[in-house]
C-alpha cells in the first residue's frame, strides 16, 4: 500500500530533538532553539505545496526460522548479538515456524520528494536547511505511518491513544526497527526489502551499496510483539559472519564490506 502525507500532516510528529542536534544546538539557550524551530516551520509552510512525503508498506504472513524470518516468497536474514544476557535477535520476535501459526510483519519505507534536497544548491544555508527538514520529515511520515499500522491497518493496537511526546519515547506496543541502525547494521538488507516493496514506487533507488536515494528516506520492519525491544548487534565474530553471508546467499568478503563496523 502507498501513502502520500502533505507536509501539514506529518510536521507535528517531526521530532525537533534530532534537528537541533543536526545544528548543533545541544547546550544553547532555548530561545536559539526557538528561533531555529520558528524559521523551519516558517519554510514548511512556504514550501508546503511543492514537496510531500510518500510511504509504502505491505503486512505479510511471517514466521522466525532460526535467525530468519520467512514468509511466502521471503527469506530475511538477521544478526544476534554476540554479547548480552539473552542475545538477542529481531526474529526472536516473531513466531516461530515450528509452532504452525502464522506471524504477522510489517515491511515499510518512507521518503520525501528529492527536490528538498536538489532545488537549493544556489543557497548553502537555506539547502542545509531544507535537507535538515526533508530527513525530519521522513522520520515523521514513518511514526505517522507507524501508528496507523498499529491502530488501523494492522490494527493491533486500535484503542491506542498516545500524545506526540508519548510516540518519540516509544512509548507504543511493538517496535520499528530501521535498516541502518544498531539492530539492523546491514544496509545491503534495503535490497531484500526492496524485493518486497518495490520501493521505486516511492522514488526510492538503490545505491550499490544499499544506500537509499533520496538520502532522507527510512526503510525497515514493524514487530507487534509486547516485549520487542530496540537493541544493538555490536561486534560479531568470523563464525557469525560466514553463518550469515551464507544465510544471505552472498560471499564473506562482499558482506564483510557491509558489516565492516560490526567486525
Do not use: T, W
Given at each position: 500500500m502507498i501513502i502520500h502525507y502533505?507536509?501539514?500532516a506529518i510536521k507535528s510528529y517531526i521530532n525537533w530533538d534530532y534537528f537541533y542536534y543536526a545544528w548543533g544546538m545541544h547546550g544553547k539557550p532555548d530561545?536559539?532553539?526557538?528561533?531555529l524551530h520558528d524559521e523551519a516551520i516558517q519554510l514548511l509552510e512556504r514550501y508546503q505545496q511543492r514537496y510531500q512525503a510518500h510511504a509504502v508498506f505491505r503486512l505479510l504472513k511471517a514466521n522466525s526460522d532460526g535467525d530468519d524470518i520467512v514468509g511466502e516468497g521471503f527469506r530475511l536474514p538477521f544478526l544476534r548479538q554476540q554479547q548480552g544476557n539473552p542475545c538477542l535477535c529481531i526474529s526472536d520476535f516473531v513466531r516461530p515456524l515450528s509452532s504452525g501459526q502464522p506471524d504477522t510483519l510489517g515491511v515499510f519505507a518512507t521518503t520525501v520528494d528529492s527536490g528538498m534536497e536538489h532545488d537549493f544548491d544556489d543557497d548553502p544555508y537555506?539547502?542545509?536547511?531544507?535537507?535538515?527538514?526533508?530527513?525530519?520529515?521522513?522520520e515523521a511520515a514513518a511514526e505517522r505511518l507507524h501508528k496507523e499500522v498499529r491502530r488501523t491497518y494492522w490494527g493491533y493496537a486500535p484503542a491506542e491513544q498516545l500524545t506526540i511526546d508519548d510516540l518519540h519515547r516509544e512509548t507504543f506496543q511493538g517496535i520499528r526497527p530501521a535498516v541502518g541502525?544498531?539492530?539492523?547494521p546491514d544496509t545491503s538488507l534495503n535490497f531484500l526489502i526492496n524485493d518486497i516493496l518495490d520501493m521505486q514506487q516511492i522514488g526510492i533507488h538503490l545505491t550499490e551499496s544499499g544506500a537509499m536515494r533520496p538520502h532522507a528516506s527510512v526503510s525497515g520492519l514493524?514487530?507487534?510483539?509486547p516485549q520487542s525491544r530496540y537493541f544493538a548487534?555490536?561486534?560479531?565474530?568470523d563464525t557469525q559472519l560466514a553463518d550469515y553471508a551464507k544465510r544471505r546467499g552472498m560471499p564473506i568478503e562482499t558482506v564483510r564490506k557491509f558489516l565492516i563496523a560490526n567486525l
Open positions: 502533505p507536509i501539514n530561545h536559539e532553539k526557538q528561533r537555506l539547502k542545509m536547511m531544507m535537507q535538515l527538514l526533508a530527513d525530519r520529515l521522513a541502525y544498531p539492530s539492523l514493524m514487530i507487534a510483539h548487534i555490536g561486534k560479531i565474530d
